[in-house]
């Protein structure tokens, strides 16, 4: 499976993005889905993980409550609409797969196989 992140960009803080993760070459139906980011020179953190049918979601303590993960399916896509942007959340963000088994998430990124190339975020002050 092929993934291709989308709505990165520049907002000042207080505001809002919406990022995309489109799939193609298979489905990812059956696929828990996470988002992580990485600053350049730092290792890759978890930021939101969703569980292949979207009833379970699971987000990093520094999101909750400003982040939602949401999935569409049909439409092969996972979102990510963050809001309420901070500085400290510029970042580029990527999304990830895992197939079902095991455990539905986890907040360490090698246990993803699939990766998007990610989009990258610029939150001014």
């Known amino acids: 499976v092929q993934l291709v992140e989308s709505g990165g960009g520049q907002v000042q803080a207080g505001g809002s993005l919406r990022l995309s993760c489109e799939a193609s070459?298979?489905?990812?139906?059956?696929?828990?889905m996470a988002w992580f980011r990485q600053v350049p020179g730092k290792a890759r953190d978890f930021v939101a993980a969703?569980?292949?049918?979207?009833?379970?979601?699971f987000y990093s303590d520094f999101v909750k409550g400003r982040f939602t993960i949401s999935r569409d399916n049909a439409k092969n896509t996972v979102y990510l609409q963050m809001n309420n942007l901070r500085p400290e959340d510029t970042a580029i963000y990527s999304c990830?797969?895992?197939?079902?088994?095991?455990?539905?998430?986890?907040?360490?990124?090698?246990?993803?196989?699939?990766w998007g190339q990610g989009t990258l975020v610029t939150v001014s002050s």
């Open positions: 070459g298979d489905t990812i139906s059956t696929t828990n």
């Open positions: 969703i569980r292949w049918h979207g009833r379970d979601v």
């Open positions: 990830a797969g895992r197939p079902r088994g095991g455990d539905w998430y986890y907040e360490l990124a090698h246990e993803y196989p699939a």
